[in-house]
């Protein structure tokens, strides 16, 4: 999860520097969509029962709730991106849950703030003037309007965080993991089991922007601190390079065995590319979940034959097994019918799931305030979605992820890698890391003179 937007953070510092295009990232890469065979208008999703319901609801003077609606704001960069996922996936929640009869109810409506990538703070304080919160959303920049969102003291389940993971009045569902490395059971997989040759011979390559290359640096820490010795460490421009060659024969020569790429899937392409083109093949090569999706399988092309590409999904059930899952199943026909041609992304698996979250939370609210619903979130110590995600523990952000599912590029598509799952689709057992290093701590009421008894 920490890593979604790290292309997108990549192509903005190109876009700034000049660099024209369409962005292409996580949010782009669509994973396989097949057909979903689910009641798409039953009041209950997976295993939640009645998510959304009617109701005599009364009048309310809280921010965005009068006696028939709620406001609820979704964060996209859509006009930069031109990717609908999160639009998407809150028409196809609200749509869904209003034929239901809402929220005790309230009518759901669902309000689209576009940030444009720069635009975050502007949209914020639009949000804070209207809207009772925030779901779904996800911008790249999302820490320019962190502050003004805690001023107003206006609480977000996100569907994507790129910045401001673990700040106050957030939950998401997927798990901040504050202080803690999230990929420790797929790397310890990787390099004790699958394919522990390649324990002493780890190579990083991060765009050349500060985001990614704090990335690179936790990851580097927690991998030598979970036994990996990390001998090739590189930086790309962030516009990407016309010839990867240079780079391939690099690590050819630094006798590179496990390979994590953190920026651009369709720079990775390119590299696996030259590394096919000069006969070197690493033990494993980590796409991860930005990858996830056709378009890494379409523009991997043959490389996917000669290279060993993994990502960790971080617990989320894989979408193209959703006929084995009802509530993957229930999800994409809820798609097919409130949200006809659109498709079922990875980012938006994780908006439904704090869609969910709003709607389980709010509907147990004798009075729908911001801090019931907050409180009742928070309430929630094995959030699974309805099934759509391993259980995870939202009372604390600063909880590690014990649970993952890794995923294997084929040139047939995305399928399970034999990673030894211990609970259905996931393994549960990865060991925790805390970083030593300084990374930031995530902003809290008290920087903008606030607390948690001021939430209403």
Do not use: H
């Given at each position: 999860m920490r890593r979604l937007l790290v292309p997108a953070l990549?192509?903005?510092?190109?876009?700034?520097?000049?660099?024209?295009?369409?962005?292409?990232d996580a949010s782009s890469s669509a994973a396989p969509t097949t057909s979903g065979a689910a009641d798409a208008s039953a009041t209950d999703f997976g295993t939640l029962k009645n998510v959304c319901g009617g109701g005599t609801p009364k009048t309310a003077s809280e921010t965005g709730v009068s006696s028939?609606?709620?406001?609820?704001?979704?964060?996209?960069?859509?006009?930069?991106?031109?990717?609908?996922?999160?639009?998407?996936?809150?028409?196809?929640?609200?749509s869904w849950c209003n034929a239901a009869g809402g929220i005790g109810g309230r009518k759901i409506v669902p309000t689209t703030h576009d940030s444009k990538l720069y635009e975050v703070n502007q949209?914020?304080?639009?949000?804070?003037?209207d809207d009772f919160f925030l779901v779904g959303g996800g911008s790249a920049l999302d820490a320019l309007g962190v502050k003004t969102r805690l001023k107003c003291l206006l609480p977000e389940?996100?569907?994507?965080?790129?910045?401001?993971?673990?700040?106050?009045?957030?939950?998401?569902?997927q798990g901040a993991s504050v202080g803690y490395e999230p990929y420790t059971g797929y790397y310890s997989w990787l390099i004790d089991e699958k394919y522990p040759t390649s324990k002493k011979s780890v190579g990083l390559i991060n765009g050349d922007v500060p985001v990614t290359k704090v990335i690179g640096?936790?990851?580097?820490?927690?991998l030598e601190g979970i036994g990996a010795k990390v001998t090739y460490t590189d930086l790309y421009p962030a516009q990407g390079v016309s010839d990867w060659t240079p780079y391939a024969q690099s690590i050819k020569k630094a006798g590179v065995k496990g390979l994590i790429f953190n920026g651009d899937f369709t720079q990775l392409a390119k590299l696996e590319q030259a590394l096919t083109n000069i006969g070197y093949k690493p033990d494993w090569i980590d796409t991860n979940s930005n990858a996830y999706g056709d378009n890494f399988i379409k523009l991997a092309g043959t490389s996917l034959t000669s290279q060993n590409n993994y990502a960790d999904l971080?617990?989320?059930?894989?979408?193209?097994?959703?006929?084995?899952n009802p509530a993957t199943a229930q999800l994409v026909a809820l798609f097919k019918k409130y949200a006809p041609g659109s498709q079922v992304t990875f980012p938006a698996v994780h908006a439904f799931s704090a869609w969910l979250l709003f709607a389980t939370s709010a509907s147990q609210c004798a009075e729908l305030t911001r801090k019931c619903v907050y409180d009742?979130?928070?309430?929630?110590?094995?959030?699974?979605?309805g099934g759509l995600q391993a259980p995870v523990d939202l009372s604390s952000s600063t909880e590690p992820v014990k649970c993952f599912n890794v995923e294997q590029a084929t040139a047939k598509g995305w399928v399970p890698a034999d990673f030894k799952p211990t609970d259905g689709a996931y393994r549960c057992d990865a060991p925790a890391y805390k970083f030593k290093g300084n990374y930031g701590k995530p902003?809290?009421?008290?920087?903008?003179?606030?607390?948690?008894?001021d939430l209403k």
């Open positions: 990549v192509l903005v510092l190109a876009a700034a520097a000049g660099c024209s295009g369409r962005d292409k028939t609606e709620i406001k609820v704001g979704v964060f996209s960069d859509i006009g930069f991106t031109k990717n609908p996922e999160f639009v998407n996936a809150a028409k196809a929640f609200t949209r914020m304080i639009e949000a804070c003037r389940f996100p569907g994507q965080v790129s910045q401001e993971f673990g700040a106050d009045l957030q939950v998401l569902t640096a936790q990851e580097k820490e927690a971080g617990g989320t059930y894989p979408l193209e097994k959703e006929a084995d009742n979130a928070k309430k929630q110590t094995a959030w699974t979605g902003v809290t009421l008290a920087d903008v003179g606030k607390s948690l008894s």
